[in-house]
């Protein structure tokens, strides 16, 4: 069983439009959670870390349930330049060992 | 800061052969990780360090070496390359608080593609 799913889409949708990603990890003990984002041939980077209490940056809204075991990244007003891969990333240990979601495609078109 | 680099860029390799990758990081981090990027696989994890002279196991570590003989560099060697090690190699670093709290955001390197025929 893979430590963290996501559905690996493609979602396309028209600029402007609001998208929700989730994700579902199997370890409770998790206790660090990212959203990275990947362009096509390049390197991961770190979209912004997952709490608790929910946080937001600009058009990125990203959720956490711990009971559920759920985390979601919400983007509103997309932009062509949104077209990527965002990977689910979640840590047991602070660190280390982060276990990466096979990631969901997004395409924004015109 | 040139962040973290890796050598070479991409690389063509015959069954058998051998060869290293080097990734360098000038963010004095202390932790170093080699991951492998295959599609429809994500991000698994080689192996790690977790400062100068010492390595660990990750989730696919057969048939690869690591060593970590300077603070900024990791090394991942593969003694005789097979067609099942093509891939995208990724290396990544995040640094170790003072307050021994680890600062989990990792920073990745550009990648090396490898092609094993």
């Known amino acids: 069983r893979k430590e963290v799913e996501q559905d690996p889409g493609p979602f396309n949708v028209p600029e402007g439009a609001t998208v929700a990603f989730n994700c579902t990890y199997s370890n409770s003990a998790s206790q660090s959670f990212f959203w990275y984002r990947q362009d096509c041939r390049k390197e991961p980077k770190l979209l912004m870390s997952v709490y608790s209490s929910g946080n937001e940056d600009g058009r990125f809204t990203a959720q956490l349930n711990r009971a559920s075991q759920y985390i979601s990244l919400l983007i509103r007003d997309s932009k062509l330049s949104d077209s990527a891969t965002y990977l689910c990333?979640?840590?047991?240990?602070?660190?280390?060992?982060?276990?990466f979601g096979k990631g969901t495609s997004l395409l924004v078109t015109p | 800061n040139a962040g973290v680099t890796q050598t070479p860029k991409f690389r063509v390799l015959k069954t058998g052969q051998s060869m290293t990758l080097l990734c360098a990081q000038d963010m004095n981090h202390e932790y170093m990780y080699w991951y492998r990027q295959d599609p429809g696989m994500g991000l698994r994890l080689i192996h790690y360090s977790v400062g100068e002279g010492t390595t660990a196991k990750g989730e696919v570590p057969d048939g690869y070496n690591v060593s970590r003989l300077k603070k900024q560099n990791f090394l991942l060697g593969l003694e005789s390359a097979a067609p099942s090690q093509t891939s995208v190699y990724f290396c990544?670093?995040?640094?170790?608080?003072?307050?021994?709290?680890?600062?989990?955001?990792?920073?990745f390197g550009p990648g090396t593609r490898l092609l094993v025929l």
């Open positions: 990333v979640v840590a047991w240990y602070s660190g280390y060992a982060l276990n």
């Open positions: 990544a670093s995040n640094l170790r608080t003072s307050g021994g709290q680890y600062q989990e955001t990792q920073y």
